[in-house]
């Protein structure tokens, strides 16, 4: 029967509550007796051959006949007008096909603005004008020939300077918005009356996402369909913003997103260069491509916020009293922020908690979701806080935590969480880091000038995941089966992991599941985000095959002229009284039929946290006198529920903590405050970590299903280890030497000025 | 259009585009391509060997990797007329009568990729360090690779991938 | 890029002939085509001189020191067993410079003519004072990676980590053009910009370096060579330093000290070169020339930590000769 029911659900430590349309019933939670053939089993990675073949087609590797290119022409200035633009000169360079700027282009709203070039640019990056063109040397030769007459306008890109009474203010309001706030106890009082408290700020640097893939999309439109390919965390989010932008209804636009070369957050929607290259793909009918290159995309393709945080922090008796956090972020151009306080609400039980958060507005490229957004600002300065507080009360800073980190219930709204390992996820990682060893001040390095130091860091983030999302089986009369899901692979491994539980619920050989995904003509499914697909689409995907499942067992009764009941799927073949038929066998006898299992997901209990929580462990050394870091090892633990794939499942942690150390050692955007303009805008000046960067790591997890959670148990894996790295290293090094870093990156110079300050030479 | 000459007899080529003599995966071929087209370009739009990937585009990471004549470079820097007569490698080279090739084995096995962008870069420079240093050690291929950036961090199961194919019987 | 055309000479005498005025000479191309693709360089003829017979490779002839032919791979200079023991500062300056790829494709005269990594510089929209505008734009912008000593107008420092190892051999370069050849000390070949020396070395238009050469008693002397980076690897020097002298007995002669990273050119200090003449570069001889190599340091605003690390660096660089 078909009915609505009710769902809360968490996105980038957001809270919401949806309307779900629901039919039929849910499963009851998946064996975890260890029997199951391919949930908890290591498996190759379904699409390995294509991607290490070259074979793999990215959205940058199309080609198709008679493609026109499409350049973006963006602002030098970090703020200035209009006024007027002259693209003669370009329209008369032959190859050129057309230009679209502010002035002749059509309302197409985006993101809350209804058009796509603005009167008023306001960061260096802005789209002012694009070109199509017949080639790709032709459409930029033709952006140096378009004069744009420019109103230069007072700007401020620093965090800080925008925060100031002299810098120009942007918004009718100021620059400066609250966009969040928690309170609970009396933390005036708590810290009045603490024994020991730490009043410390703390500051992150911008971060760039810097997928490999640039963002891109190639736009095709034959009078009737527009197809769109886009190097997407989201094909029914680009098909939203091309319906809102292009007032084509759904049924008009289909999003493909086949391979894509990593996202972290920051496509997780259309782009102007999605709408450029569909406008200028329904002018001329022809496919057209527009692709960024690095420096654009380090532009104006989204960042992790530089934060300033201030801290205070008051312990009693040993426990911690009291908290106050004050956030504030530079969203740049950005229309929203991510929310560095959240660990602070949520990590540990502590009576009296105030915290608030600032959005910034600058002149500066927008924010876009990366990696845990705020999770991994906030976690290095409340973990950091933690330590020094810790530190000064003379407890050791993994006794404190634990004397907070076994609540059972959210704290802020009071609901219980699903399930919750934070504290054996301690047990794990102290035990694999050798936390006995670790000695307040630190240990003797390997090195005259080095210190050795082992730090920690903890870890809560959503990843409940949620619906809608939606898959189908389609069992083939050869026994071949088709799933189709709506949802993307963007290297995480969805395709494999949702073959393995569609293998697994339907009694069939991996090899036998061919998976659909990541196009639009296909059934709902959420973003890859918010660490959600797995626990959105996999228990959707179970179903599905469930449902599949049941009727084939029926169409088996009914060919094979035995009792349902006493009929089995396993392996591909339909076993009955010890007899296997291969399921091909069975089916040839209604050839050319079709079973198609049909799966949703269910919504979650309302009255119910779902959360993943870790824990990482550090072992550094660090050379005093260069400020060299070195990382030897990184241990993580991690209770994210149940592990389908436990081989894809260590690369993810691997690779979060990665991008973690990055974002502790040397991941900065640094932007030129005169002229507005990213200097780091490139792979030379913006450092990711390299092979040689890269420490033993290793991954542990609880691996218990979270049952209340979904049918599968599984929660989300994405976000939860990049968010503990920098804290846990930066406990480590002020361990190490007794210098605390306050700011991250943890460079050379923030090194050795924290360890001049602190009169440390050897 | 025939070469200009110039007095003393050496072929000026260009700037619109001239005939290109290459070696690619051992197959005679020839493009059109002005002067100014990378190999990296080449490849990608001229033969559509689209394994190749192009990232930075100014020789900073490593994804445009190809052999030529036997040792790795970054085809971003690299002119396409500069490689004539020159012997290319690509991804698209390596795997043989449907068998993958022992380095693309070993990345399937060991997980050694994530979104797959790098990967091509990363595997065409091990193989070209086993062509030196059939049995290399960790450190050895940390070396062979440092100038490809993976973002995704697969880079602990790049290097047992590289040290894994080299304990592996060539094919 | 900006369209050219592209010739491929076979001598070096044709390959001088036609560098003549708008063409630019490409070898690895690492650095051109970078400079190329930001529009930094147009040239409107490019000249491989990969294809001249003579200038790749390197010998050692008995008693006549060591010759490194221009167009010779870095990765050659740093696989090569025989040069390794030669002259071991060859690999070590090299390991960590750039990566594999590049040092595959780089060859040793482009390493020497590179041109600075200052992010204003190599940014085209930004008309910097190098570049013919007014103003150096990292004096009182982003300057962390920038000159804390002998600078100018710009504050860009030399990228190269050989230069700098070739340096604390005295080497030499050859050069010809076809006006005639020259030879002069590679150190000379460096000018920090100023006044009107726009530029960072006085290679004449049309001039090309055909060897570097290391003399046979330079090359008895000891090297060791340190490079500080803001990651493990891939990374232009924050600091580098060079350092190599003759030890006789335990007493050091001829010593030489060079870094990189710190000014315009590549910084050899002769006042600290002196104070260790005859040392055995005990720890307190090593840290008063490392003050010495120091001396006269301006730092900006965000490059302050240069000076504890570079005097580290050199400190440590230098025990490294005796330890």
């Known amino acids: 029967m078909t009915r609505i029911l009710k769902s ?50 990215y959205t940058q590797d199309l080609y198709l006949a008679g493609m026109l290119h499409a350049r973006i022409l963006r602002s030098p200035h970090a703020r200035a007008r209009v006024r007027r633009i002259d693209t003669k000169r370009a329209e008369a360079l032959p190859g050129v096909r057309g230009v679209l700027h502010r002035f002749n282009t059509p309302k197409t709203p985006f993101r809350g603005d209804d058009v796509i070039f603005r009167e008023e640019v306001r960061f260096v990056g802005e789209e002012v004008c694009a070109v199509a063109a017949d080639d790709e040397d032709t459409a930029r030769e033709a952006l140096a020939l378009i004069e744009v007459d420019y109103e230069r306008l007072p700007h401020v890109v620093d965090l800080e300077e925008a925060l100031g009474d002299v810098a120009p203010q942007l918004e009718s309001d100021g620059n400066v918005s609250e966009s969040g706030s928690h309170k609970r106890g009396d933390t005036k009082r708590a810290l009045k009356e603490a024994d020991v408290a730490v009043d410390v700020t703390y ?120 908290i106050e956090h004050t956030s504030w972020s530079n969203s740049g151009q950005g229309k929203w922020i991510a929310n560095p306080t959240g660990p602070t609400n949520t990590l540990y039980e502590v009576a009296n908690v105030n915290t608030r958060s600032y959005k910034v507005v600058t002149n500066a490229g927008s924010l876009s979701a990366f990696r845990a957004p705020g999770y991994v600002e906030g976690a290095f300065a409340l973990e950091s806080a933690i330590d020094e507080l810790a530190e000064a009360a003379g407890v050791d800073p993994l006794t404190l935590r634990r004397r907070h980190a076994g609540a059972g219930k959210d704290p802020i709204t009071g609901n219980r969480y699903s399930d919750k390992h934070l504290l054996e996820c301690y047990r794990i990682g102290a035990k694999e880091i050798g936390w006995d060893r670790r000695r307040a001040g630190g240990t003797r390095g390997s090195a005259p000038h080095r210190r050795r130091g082992i730090g920690m860091a903890s870890q809560i983030w959503g990843g409940g995941g949620g619906p809608p999302a939606y898959a189908t089986v389609h069992v083939d009369p050869d026994g071949s089966v088709v799933l189709t899901a709506g949802t993307q692979d963007i290297g995480t491994g969805t395709r494999t992991v949702l073959a393995q539980i569609c293998a697994d619920e339907l009694g069939v050989e991996l090899d036998d599941v061919r998976v659909q995904i990541g196009d639009s003509a296909g059934p709902f499914g959420p973003m890859s985000a918010g660490s959600m697909t797995l626990a959105s689409v996999g228990p959707a995907v179970r179903l ?217 030479r050897d | 259009m025939p070469p200009t000459i110039d007095r003393r007899g050496a072929a000026l080529r260009g700037p619109s585009a001239v005939d290109v003599a290459l070696e690619v995966n051992g197959e005679r071929v020839v493009v059109h391509v002005p002067p100014r087209r990378t190999l990296l370009d080449a490849l990608r739009e001229q033969l559509g060997l689209t394994g190749t990937k192009k990232v930075c585009d100014e020789g900073t990471c490593g994804a445009c990797t190809v052999l030529v004549d036997g040792r790795p470079v970054y085809s971003c820097l690299t002119l396409a007329i500069a490689c004539e007569n020159r012997r290319v490698e690509t991804i698209e080279g390596l795997a043989k009568d449907g068998e993958l090739h022992p380095v693309q084995r070993a990345f399937v096995d060991t997980d050694a990729f994530q979104c797959g962008f790098c990967t091509p870069g990363q595997v065409m420079s091990i193989v070209a360090l086993l062509r030196t240093v059939p049995q290399p050690t960790e450190d050895d291929v940390k070396r062979a690779v440092a100038g490809n950036l993976c973002r995704c961090g697969a880079y602990p199961n790049i290097v047992a991938a590289g040290v894994s194919a080299g304990r592996r019987k060539r094919t | 890029m900006n369209a050219f055309s592209y010739v491929r000479p076979r001598t070096l005498s044709d390959g001088l002939r036609l560098l003549r005025s708008g063409a630019s000479a490409l070898a690895g191309g690492t650095d051109l085509l970078g400079l190329m693709k930001d529009g930094l360089a147009r040239p409107e003829l490019l000249v491989d001189l990969t294809g001249i017979e003579g200038l790749r490779g390197w010998s050692r002839a008995k008693g006549k020191g060591l010759r490194i032919g221009a167009l010779t791979p870095l990765v050659e ?247």
């Not at chain 1, 736009?219 to 007032?247: C, P």
Request: aromatic share 4%; charged share 25%.
């Open chain 1, 8 to 57: 809360i659900e968490e996105f980038e430590g957001e809270v919401s509550e949806s309307l779900v349309i629901v039919d039929g019933h849910d499963l009851p939670p998946a064996r975890h007796d260890g029997g199951s053939p391919e949930i908890g089993r290591s498996r190759r990675r379904i699409d390995a051959t294509q991607r290490v073949t070259g074979r793999a087609r």
């Open chain 1, 203 to 322: 500051r992150t640097s911008t971060q760039l996402h810097n997928a490999l893939e640039t963002h891109g999309a190639v736009a095709l439109y034959d009078g009737e369909m527009l197809t769109v390919w886009e190097s997407t965390q989201h094909v029914f989010g680009v098909r939203t913003g091309l319906k809102n932008a292009l007032k084509l209804p759904y049924s008009r636009i289909r999003v493909i997103c086949d391979y894509m070369g990593g996202g972290f957050g920051a496509k997780n929607g259309v782009g102007k260069y999605t709408i450029v290259a569909s406008l200028f793909a329904m002018r001329f009918g022809k496919a057209v491509r527009c692709v960024l290159t690095r420096d654009e995309e380090n532009l104006a393709a989204g960042n992790r916020s530089a934060t300033l945080q201030q801290l205070r922090l008051g312990a009693k008796g040993g426990r911690i009293t009291a």
């Open chain 1, 544 to 760: 599905a095959a469930h449902d599949a499942r049941e009727q084939l067992l029926g169409a088996a009764a009914g060919v094979l002229e035995t009792p349902k009941a006493e009929l089995r799927l396993e392996a591909g073949a339909i076993v009955s009284k010890g007899a296997r038929t291969p399921l091909g066998e069975v089916l040839g006898k209604v050839d050319n039929n079709t079973v198609i299992g049909k799966g949703i997901r269910f919504p979650n209990a309302d009255d119910l946290a779902q959360k993943t929580f870790s824990a990482q462990f550090a072992e550094v050394e660090v050379d005093v006198r260069t400020g060299e870091i070195f990382v030897e090892r990184i241990v993580a633990a991690l209770d994210v529920g149940r592990i389908v794939n436990p081989l894809t499942a260590a690369s993810q942690v691997e690779g979060g903590v990665i991008q973690g150390i990055g974002f502790a050692l040397s991941e900065e955007r640094i932007v030129d405050r005169a002229l507005g303009r990213v200097m780091s805008g490139n792979l030379e000046g913006y450092k990711v970590p390299t092979v040689k960067d890269v420490p033993t790591i290793v991954v542990k997890f609880v691996d218990r299903p979270d049952r209340r959670a979904n049918n599968l148990g599984a929660k989300g894996l994405g976000e939860p280890p990049i968010i503990p790295t920098a804290a846990a290293i930066a406990n480590a090094v002020a361990n190490a030497t007794g210098a605390r870093v306050r700011h991250s990156p943890l460079t050379r110079a923030r090194v050795l000025e924290a360890l001049a300050l602190a009169g440390i």
């Open chain 3, 77 to 323: 200079l740093e696989e090569a067993e025989e040069l390794h023991r030669a002259m071991p500062i060859l690999r070590e300056s090299l390991r960590d410079a750039a990566t594999l790829q590049l040092r595959t494709m780089g060859t040793v005269g482009g390493n020497l003519l590179q041109r600075n990594r200052c992010w204003y510089f190599r940014d085209q929209a930004t008309a910097c004072w190098l570049k013919g505008g007014t103003k150096c734009f990292a004096v009182e912008g982003e300057n962390r990676l920038h000159a804390i000593l002998g600078a100018h107008e710009c504050v860009a420092v030399a990228p190269s980590d050989l230069v700098p190892a070739l340096i604390a051999y005295d080497a030499e370069i050859a050069l010809a053009s076809s006006r005639g050849r020259r030879t002069m000390k590679l150190a000379d070949l460096y000018v920090a910009p100023h006044g009107r020396e726009r530029r960072e070395h006085v290679l004449r238009p049309g001039e090309l370096i055909t060897e570097v050469r290391v003399s046979e008693s330079a090359l008895a002397r000891k090297g060791a060579f340190q490079k500080a980076m803001e990651r493990k690897a891939w990374s232009f020097a924050l600091v580098s330093v060079a350092a190599a002298a003759r030890i006789e007995r335990g007493v050091a002669r001829d010593v030489r000290l060079v870094l990189g990273g710190v000014a315009p050119i590549p910084w050899r200090v002769v006042a600290a070169e002196r104070g260790l003449e005859g040392s055995g570069f005990d720890e307190a001889a090593c840290a008063e020339a490392a003050d010495r190599a120091l001396q006269g340091a301006a730092p900006l605003r965000d490059n302050g930590y240069k000076l504890p690390l570079a005097r580290e660096l050199v400190r440590r660089t230098l025990r490294s000769l005796v330890v």
